[in-house]
């Protein structure tokens, strides 16, 4: 659930907790599409962002459904923090996410970077920055740039390629990763 003075246990977040005690009985489906293995009947996504103090720790799809609530969560905590205008990220990406961490076999949260930009600051960055498309799939809620402390860019990278969903960008000289859910490709170093 996303962090927020003043909140309390909703529903959702209710079934959340009790299906969080499940996360680490859940099964891995060996035969599942490549950025889908080791998904389970759980999908549970942990992020951070430095820039708001944010906090988010949701669990987003249960037995075959993605849960809207969570969804919901999701697509603000990684809005454009900037505008604070926010676009319904791509839950393949949310997917890619996940299943990265769960690869990495890590309980600590990612460090969001960057997930949906407007275009006002796809062109800021841009104007700053050469790494950055002018078509980026953060424009479209499809990618996010994501750190981990105790992962190293190498091993982040090499988690989300073996999922095999989408592009995925190595930024050592940053420090983080790009995850994206469009053709699969890899960059950087």
């Known amino acids: ?7 309390g246990f909703s529903r959702r977040a209710l079934l959340g ?5 499940a996360v680490t009985a859940a099964p891995t489906f060996a035969n599942a599409a490549g950025f889908l293995r080791g998904g389970g009947d759980i999908r ?3 992020m951070y962002s430095g820039r708001t103090g944010e906090r988010l720790d949701t669990i987003y799809w249960i037995d075959g459904n993605y849960i809207p609530e969570a969804v919901s969560e999701i697509n603000f905590f990684m809005r454009d923090w900037r505008s604070n205008k926010q676009h319904n990220m791509d839950v393949r990406t949310i997917d890619i996410m996940s299943a ?21 600051t796809n062109a800021m960055l ?7 498309a002018k078509n980026s799939l953060h424009l479209k809620g499809q990618a996010a740039d994501l750190r981990l402390a105790s992962r ?5 990278a090499k988690a989300a390629q073996a999922c095999r ?6 930024y050592s000289g ?5 995850m994206d859910c469009g053709q699969v490709r890899t960059w950087g170093s």
Not at 17 to 21: E, I, L, S, Y
Not at 152 to 156: D, E, F, K, P, R
Not at 165 to 170: A, Q
Request: proline share 3%.
């Open 17 to 21: 907790a009790f299906a969080a005690t």
């Open 174 to 178: 940053s420090n983080f990763v790009h």
């Open 100 to 120: 990265a961490h769960r690869l990495m076999d890590v309980h600590e949260p990612y460090m969001l970077l960057s997930g949906y930009r407007t275009p006002e």
């Open 1 to 7: 659930m996303t962090d927020r003075a003043g909140t």
């Open 44 to 46: 549970r996504i942990r």
């Open 165 to 170: 969903g989408g592009g995925v960008g190595r």
């Open 126 to 132: 841009r104007g700053r920055s050469g790494g950055v």
């Open 152 to 156: 190293s860019v190498n091993q982040m």
